[in-house]
């Protein structure tokens, strides 16, 4: 896969951009409680789904659009968007690849997502997401004799309902956020994870997330559940082709953790940033991500590598309940052009002697703007709590902006917190240093902006951090001096 | 091998070098004098290919080829290193890591195969013998926390790996006690060859008592004011540079 992907970015114009030519079924534009209806159906859902649907809806008509996030956007006209779109589907039901359009899975093979049994990637199972419906997931089977369900949400909610229907909701409810209860009432797809009791993973998980319609929003979630002393690492990719408007990417995923379990959750985001020139098209790119640590000695770590969308607003988070339990945020934001992004992560801590560490690295370059926001809170109960934030902002040119906005909530006398934060310029004469010894300009720019994210990339899954790390430096290309 | 024509070049609107041709063929050792500001730095960066120069007129052969052209990455990879006054510090970049990436893009240039960190650190355990560092100094990001003596002696070190043809060397005395100064000029003095072209670029006559020239140029005002043998930077220490101008 790395190979493949290398190729493709080095052709150095955004290269998943295309869109794919298949017959598409599109509801209606507009939101009402028919169209949401009509999704469920869809969905063959039982009831309980639909009541949790319309109860969202319902809520979030009551609601306003934040407007406190550090981003500018014309207003977003929410009845001018699909809210469902999928490739139309054969008469009888899909019993393996075979059934799949062939244009489908030449789209995902020209993504570096082979799914065909020859070609699968060896040791990451993928959940292969295509505007609102999964397309295939890979070495199920192998997965399944390991003890770990790996799924389609859609297919947990047929085959799993009352894990579904206990933990669905319970991490980030209808009523959290303006883009939370939306995504619960019209979210199509997603992918559901379940490792039961003492179960390891054998391979990573990987989603890969693709929008190909114009004007249609993706409202997928996620959902990972770890009892007692299971492992799970888990990886979400996306991309959507080149379109002058902008698309909403709406998206919840929740995690949770009982006793000793540990959740790895990964990001590699690359979703169209819109016209480098112009700044048209491009993803809105507005996510509730959290995880609970529900057990003692708990684990919920995410990396998120942020280098896409026009607009970035997610702040991944952790709740960290059992005691001892352990929640960990490394992010590296990247802007470049007229990119925006308000992104960071928020360390609720409930439990005793429990640990959170942030490590933030934003990058901004051309004219875009680049901000950090975060939350430490050290509840009453939280003794001997303690937090480490590391927050470092690289800036590169003259047009560009990065903010940093750290809240620290200290109700625990017990509690320690520590922040540090840093802001570094890449210059002409480090590149030129490069140059001189014989480094193209491509290979510095890669160099010093990796050795400025290494803390967070020696987070990501071997197979992925080679990637991120060229991805990074390709879309910077040309942007010094 | 480096043929300097009549070169002019500005950095923003202001003209530095008025007018500079020099000549420098294999095994001969070079050094350029002059006051502060007379663009000798300039000289340096300008053949390197430094962005925030323009050249205005002239030309500059290296082995016959106009490289003014070219991308600075692409002049190095033919033989050219310039060991920098002031050499900058690249944070969460390691140093032996670097040196490798520079030293494998020209094996790659030449159709050599690249060597990895195992075959790498062999081959630069026996340089940095010669520069007197001790090994732990590749483990640090290059150039950062390291004392203005320690950054020279990279740069030196820089140059035994990288085998350029020819080398320019800006003021890599300065900032140099009498030990360290003792220590860069053996280093040089035992990369001289018939093959290679060095340039000391240097205020003062102290560095040349330990790297004999052949030739001596002082630089003032953007053009070379007068040549000579070594018998001229002795002149120069004693009569200071008015004499000249």
Known sequence: ?481 | MLEIKNLHAKINDTPILKGISLTIKPGEVHAIMGPNGSGKSTLSKVISGHPAYDVTSGEVLFEGQNILELDPDVRARLGLFLAFQYPVEIPGVHNAGFLRMAYNARRKENGQEEVDPMEFDELIRSKLNLVEMEPDFLERAVNQGFSGGEKKRNEILQMLVLEPKLAFLDETDSGLDIDALRIVSKAVNAYKKPEVGIVLVTHYQRLLNYIVPDVVHVMANGVIIKSGDKSLALALEEKGYEWLL
């Open chain 1, 1 to 481: 896969m790395s190979q493949q992907l290398l190729n493709d970015i080095t052709t150095r114009d955004y290269p998943y951009g295309f869109t794919s030519n298949i017959e598409t079924e599109v509801a209606p534009k507009g939101l009402s409680e028919d169209v949401i209806r009509m999704i469920s159906k869809k969905k063959n859902e039982p009831e309980f789904m639909l009541e949790f649907r319309l109860k969202a809806y319902r809520h979030w008509l009551t609601l306003t659009e934040p407007k406190w996030p550090n981003v500018t956007y014309p207003e977003i006209n929410f009845q001018d968007i699909h809210y469902y779109a999928a490739p139309k589907a054969p008469k009888k039901k899909l019993e393996s690849l075979d059934d799949v359009d062939p244009e489908l899975l030449k789209t995902f093979e020209k993504l570096g997502i082979p799914l065909t049994e020859q070609k699968k990637l060896a040791n990451v199972a993928v959940d292969a997401i295509f505007d609102s419906v999964s397309v295939a997931t890979t070495y199920k089977d192998k997965l399944l004799k390991a003890g770990v369900v790996f799924c389609p949400l859609s297919e947990a909610v047929e085959k799993y309902p009352d894990i579904v229907k206990k933990y669905l909701g319970s991490v980030v409810p209808h009523t959290d956020n303006f883009y939370a209860a939306l995504n619960a009432a019209v979210f199509s797809e997603g992918s559901f994870v379940y490792l039961p009791k003492n179960t390891v993973s054998p391979m990573e998980l990987s989603t890969y997330f693709r929008i190909n319609t114009e004007e249609s929003g993706q409202f997928e979630r996620t959902l990972i559940v770890c009892e007692e002393n299971s492992y799970v690492s888990y990886l979400e990719g996306c991309t959507a082709p080149k379109f002058d408007t902008n698309q909403l990417h709406a998206a919840v995923v929740e995690l949770v953790t009982l006793d000793n379990a540990e959740i790895k959750y990964s990001t590699v985001q690359n979703w169209f940033s819109g016209d480098p020139v112009t700044g048209k098209g491009g993803i809105y790119n507005f996510v509730t991500k959290r995880g609970k640590c529900l057990g003692k000695n708990s684990k919920i770590s995410w990396t998120q590598i942020e280098t896409g969308s026009a607009i970035t607003w997610k702040y991944p988070s952790c709740v960290l309940i059992g005691d001892n339990s352990i929640g960990e945020f490394y992010s590296v934001a990247l802007t470049n052009h007229f990119q925006q992004a308000d992104t960071g992560t928020k360390m609720i801590h409930i439990g005793k002697n429990t640990k959170s560490t942030i490590v933030s690295k934003g990058i901004s370059a051309g004219k875009s703007h680049n901000t950090y926001r975060g939350l430490v809170q050290m509840n009453k109960s939280a003794h001997h709590a303690n937090n480490f934030t590391q927050c470092d902002s690289m800036l590169i040119g003259n047009a560009c902006s990065a903010n940093t906005f750290p809240t620290i909530d200290v109700k625990n006398g017990s509690s320690t917190v520590g922040h540090e934060a840093t802001t570094v310029k890449i210059s002409e004469d480090q590149i030129f240093y490069f140059q001189q010894r014989g480094i193209s300009m491509e290979d510095a720019m890669a160099t010093i902006i990796n050795g400025f994210c290494k803390d967070v990339f020696k987070e990501l899954p071997t197979e992925f951090a080679v990637e991120a790390t060229q991805l990074l430096g390709l879309k910077l290309e040309n942007s010094v001096g």
